[in-house]
């Protein structure tokens, strides 16, 4: 790059005009995004930092994103990172951590550039190509931890010979590639997709009048506009279902909700919440089941209430120097996962039982996993630092240790919605339960955009219970035995109160979950064995060689189901393998496989039909 470039870009920093009135005489954060080369995965970020920044001026690069948990460590992929003052004078820069660096400017205004290299595309980091740029925030943006207030404006620059355009929950300007946000958090919950994409609109009116909310979908994909219209038709549906939950919507800051779809064969599948917007990605296209892609578009949109507003004392503010730990996620992404599949069923997208059957995979997967009874959903919402998409290289035994808190929570939520109706006819339910959340923790708002001033503790929560069921003494107990405690639901009870027989489903014989791969002339067994399982009995754990089952020899990943295809349930047969160097013979029992299914009744009683009807049926209708 030459030096003339170099400072042109400098002078676009100085030169950035305000992007709002109400800055004018404010002083402001200005950051430029360009992307000289998009092909080559790198983007170009210049920051101009006021005067009122300080000395030394400490600059970050964040380690953690709002809707994830775990630390990410984004400065890695930070580099050329440099700083200067007034008449481009280099600025002393010391890097006293590996995302944080010192500077001690010699005039008050201070000007940070640094390149960054993006290639993946999901909702936790930055992706830059031919074909777009998808950036979120945290994974983009340098921060001053001394300035989380400033106003900010954040300006993009056309790749060369692209004609692209910006759609973001960051306010717009008059100029359509300049943006502004009111302060730090408001940035970092702010992702963008700069591309040619698509755009679909629909509004949705408020109860009582007013300025009917803009939801826009902004999708980046390969196929028809005739299908981008379906979809957007679908995603229309789920709105409207789920703001029938609530009997209105978020007032979103600016009046629009924006949807970032990115349905590509390159990209990752994901789903990340933000404030007035979420977004969605999927290595699919359209053409390959819209309902598979809107279950992630459905559980993200409920998050517009569930996190952003009624949000966890635990998560707000957000800290981006750090994983974020709280005990609230059972509920904040648990009962998310409940209703953004409910929403499904309610819309009519997913038929009513084979709806059903969906949600019955939450409470299975509970009763059958050996990790509830060794921890409480908040004790498995806390290691959310440990899970979510944290990296290492020691093994874990989460197999046996642990239920992921967006299953564990959906399963509380769908036993609590069918405790609710079953012991009060129907006239209580966790919607009634949201609603109360919600209007006595999301509509009180934020001292300003980017935050909520009545975040929930778990004592909120159980308050919230005893409120809407009137009966103080069982949410108490609830909450002990079931969020607090270990104690399973009785979800065979409640199930059959909605006409639904929960049973064991009729799978191919088992003797637990095992996976096998070939290595070397060796069939390895690649997971932790499950506490449960005949395997685990018998001894046999991860890097095991499988060697003879009933008599016969695996030597490929094949032979091991293809064996067990002709035992039956209950045989007792003979497994031979090799642990740590040790031949060993054991005596195994065959099983039958321990998932769970719901089935509809072929007859239900009036209380049963109108229980399942209250529970399954439309609200937007």
């Given at each position: 790059m030459s030096v003339r470039h170099r400072v042109s870009l400098f002078a676009l920093v100085v030169l950035l005009p305000l992007a709002q009135a109400a800055f004018a005489q404010t002083p402001t954060i200005d950051y430029v995004v360009s992307a000289p080369h998009p092909e080559q995965r790198w983007l170009q970020v210049d920051v101009r930092f006021p005067a009122r920044a300080g000395t030394p001026l400490d600059v970050r690069m964040a380690r953690s994103s709002p809707g994830r948990y775990a630390t990410h460590e984004f400065g890695k992929n930070v580099y050329l990172f440099e700083a200067r003052g007034a008449g481009e004078a280099v600025l002393p820069l010391e890097q006293v951590a590996p995302a944080h660096w010192r500077v001690t400017p010699t005039d008050g205004v201070v000007r940070v550039r640094y390149r960054l290299f993006a290639d993946h595309i999901d909702g936790t980091y930055s992706a830059v190509d031919g074909t777009h740029a998808h950036l979120n925030a945290p994974a983009t943006f340098v921060w001053a931890p001394a300035l989380p207030e400033t106003p900010i404006t954040v300006r993009f620059v056309q790749p060369p010979g692209r004609n692209w355009r910006v759609s973001t929950q960051l306010f717009p300007t008059d100029a359509p590639l300049a943006f502004t946000a009111p302060n730090l958090q408001y940035l970092m919950d702010s992702p963008v997709e700069f591309s040619a994409h698509a755009v679909r609109e629909f509004t949705v009116a408020y109860p009582g009048g007013g300025t009917p909310a803009r939801i826009r979908l902004a999708v980046h994909h390969l196929g028809t506009d005739a299908q981008l219209d379906a979809y957007a038709a679908m995603v229309e549906t789920i709105v409207r279902e789920q703001a029938a939950i609530f009997?209105?919507?978020?007032?979103?800051?600016?009046?629009?909700?924006?949807?970032?779809?990115?349905?590509?064969?390159?990209?990752?599948?994901?789903?990340?919440?933000?404030?007035?917007?979420?977004?969605?990605?999927?290595?699919?296209?359209?053409?390959?089941?819209?309902?598979?892609?809107?279950?992630?578009?459905?559980?993200?949109?409920?998050?517009?209430?569930?996190?952003?507003?009624?949000?966890?004392?635990?998560?707000?503010?957000?800290?981006?120097?750090?994983?974020?730990?709280?005990?609230?996620?059972?509920?904040?992404?648990?009962?998310?996962?409940?209703?953004?599949?409910?929403?499904?069923?309610?819309?009519?997208?997913?038929?009513?039982?084979?709806?059903?059957?969906?949600?019955?995979?939450?409470?299975?997967?509970?009763?059958?996993?050996?990790?509830?009874?060794?921890?409480?959903?908040v004790d498995m919402s806390r290691l959310a630092p440990y899970v979510d998409a944290a990296q290492a290289v020691d093994p874990t035994n989460w197999e046996n240790t642990y239920v992921s808190y967006y299953t564990y929570g959906a399963a509380i939520g769908l036993g609590l919605d069918l405790t609710l109706r079953e012991r009060s006819g129907g006239t209580v339910t966790l919607d009634d339960y949201m609603r109360t959340l919600w209007k006595t923790h999301g509509v009180p708002g934020g001292k300003a955009p980017g935050y909520v001033s009545r975040p929930y503790t778990l004592k909120d929560a159980e308050a919230a219970l005893a409120t809407v069921s009137g009966d103080a003494a069982f949410a108490a107990d609830f909450f002990r035995r079931h969020v607090l405690g270990t104690e399973p639901l009785p979800f065979r009870r409640l199930f059959a109160a909605a006409g639904y027989t929960l049973r064991e489903r009729e799978t191919p014989p088992t003797l637990g979950m095992l996976g096998l791969t070939a290595q070397q002339g060796r069939i390895v067994v690649t997971n932790n064995t499950v506490a449960t399982s005949a395997v685990y009995k018998a001894g046999v754990g991860r890097g095991d060689t499988i060697l003879t089952l009933n008599g016969t020899a695996v030597t490929q990943a094949g032979d091991w189901e293809r064996i067990l295809s002709t035992l039956t349930p209950g045989t007792e047969v003979e497994l031979v393998f090799e642990s740590r160097g040790e031949k060993k013979t054991a005596r195994v029992t065959v099983q039958s496989n321990d998932r769970v299914e719901a089935v509809p009744m072929p007859e239900r009683t009036p209380q049963q039909e109108a229980l399942r009807a209250g529970w399954l049926a439309s609200r937007a209708k």
């Open positions: 009997g209105t919507l978020p007032t979103f800051d600016g009046g629009t909700y924006t949807f970032l779809m990115d349905y590509l064969p390159w990209a990752d599948g994901d789903g990340m919440e933000h404030r007035n917007s979420t977004v969605c990605t999927a290595a699919a296209s359209l053409a390959d089941g819209m309902a598979r892609v809107a279950g992630t578009a459905s559980h993200e949109f409920f998050h517009a209430w569930n996190v952003e507003r009624i949000r966890p004392a635990s998560l707000e503010p957000f800290d981006f120097s750090q994983a974020n730990m709280s005990g609230e996620l059972w509920l904040a992404e648990g009962f998310t996962s409940y209703y953004g599949s409910l929403a499904m069923i309610r819309a009519g997208i997913v038929a009513q039982d084979r709806g059903v059957a969906q949600l019955a995979m939450f409470a299975g997967s509970v009763m059958r996993a050996p990790g509830a009874q060794f921890r409480s959903a």
